[in-house]
């Protein structure tokens, strides 16, 4: 498949320099974070329309394909339903291989990792990204090292295990386990999902999927939970791309959703004090320093969109609600339902909000 690889590019946010995308780096030298300005522009003409998965979209992915490394995912369901008063879309991202959204970028990242010949890599995570990277590496026999924090749900622990990688528990939070990890990155290859920026070229195909799923457009609004923002990014990144290839004219507004015991975009957007961190049920949005705030900041401002933060007792609410009506998704998942209670229910307003997790491995 012939797409842009070459003229792709990473640059980095600190001091502007760019590599190309054969270099076998995670960031740039002089400690910035890296994005890919990418020549792969999308075209509804270019899809292939044999593939069900994800790779449809390949051809604006900036990778020399020969084979991704995949499980045909992606293409999951869009589903209008109506909860707490509000008309919505429902995109069912807890159903991947690994039972998180996590999957899109783990199946762009490990076959662009693949092509660079990386076999040994390490990774921190709160869980849906470790249990993401093993299974993907598993199919490779890479050599993969995850480091998540102690408390993280016992099944995703073993489901990481069980795919054959090394676990190291760390007794900390979880910006604290991905500085751990950042120390061992001197000697492995830190196939990191924040710091690699080929991990947003997967999530970004999120949004290819919704305007396709609607015939070429995107609705009014996304509520998305917000953590390290490999979803918000993501989603934002793919939007981009819809806008300069002239198939939507602008951005829905995003709403981005934190735990009111660890929000630290909440507090920065809102220009208020950092409070303690408190533990919370949304262990996969539990991160007190998300390395990418200040791109974050920018693209919820950018799409005239808010954060909000949902307290524990609105979280297991709306778990409730959720379950109720037979969403098997996960406790981080319900933050999104948990804050329709705060957003005017307009009619006329098309939202979008977006399950990430699976209930069965934290159940
Ligand atoms: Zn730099």
């Known amino acids: ?128 990204a470790g249990v993401s990277l093993a299974a993907y590496a598993a199919r490779l026999n890479m050599k993969v090292r995850i480091f998540v924090p102690a408390t993280t749900s016992r099944k995703k622990i073993e489901m990481i295990e069980h795919f054959g990688a090394d676990i190291e528990l760390i007794e900390a939070g979880r910006s604290q386990t991905a500085d751990y990890c950042l120390a061992q990155a001197e000697r492995t290859f830190y196939a990191s999902h924040v710091w690699h920026p080929m991990f947003l070229q997967g999530t970004k195909t999120i949004a290819f999927e919704v305007a396709e799923q609607l015939n070429w457009r995107l609705p009014d609004r996304v509520i998305l939970p917000l953590g390290n923002a490999s979803l918000l ?23 981005a959703v934190q735990a009111a015991n660890c929000a630290p975009v909440y507090n920065r957007f809102h220009h208020l004090p950092d409070n303690v961190f408190q533990p919370t ?60 209670g705060s957003l005017s229910n307009n009619p006329n307003l098309e939202s979008l909000i977006v399950l990430s997790g699976h209930a069965l491995k934290t159940l």
């Open 233 to 255: 990014l993501g989603w934002y990144l793919g939007v981009e791309e819809l806008i300069r290839a002239g198939i939507v004219s602008k951005h829905p507004q995003i709403m």
């Open 1 to 128: 498949l012939k797409n842009n690889f070459m003229s792709s590019s990473f640059v980095c946010q600190l001091c502007g320099q760019s590599f190309t995308l054969n270099e076998k780096i995670w960031r740039c030298p002089c400690g910035g974070l890296l994005d890919i300005e990418n020549a792969c522009l999308f075209s509804t003409e270019r899809i292939n329309t044999t593939d069900f998965s994800l790779w449809r979209y390949a051809h604006a992915i900036p990778l020399k394909l020969s084979s991704p490394v995949t499980f045909q995912e992606g293409l999951t369901p869009l589903e209008r339903n109506k909860m707490m008063g509000h008309e919505l879309l429902l995109k069912h991202d807890y159903l991947f291989p690994t039972a998180s959204f996590k999957d899109r970028g783990t199946s762009v990242l490990i076959t662009y990792l693949k092509q660079l010949g990386i076999n040994n890599i390490i990774e921190d995570s709160s869980g849906n």
């Open 281 to 340: 049920l949304a262990e996969g949005i539990a991160v007190q320093a998300p390395r990418r705030m200040e791109q974050i900041l920018e693209a919820i401002r950018a799409t005239n969109g808010d954060v909000l933060a949902v307290t524990e007792a609105e979280i297991k609410k709306a778990l409730k609600t959720l379950y109720l009506q037979g969403y098997a998704v996960e406790k981080t998942s319900a933050v999104v339902v948990a804050a329709l």
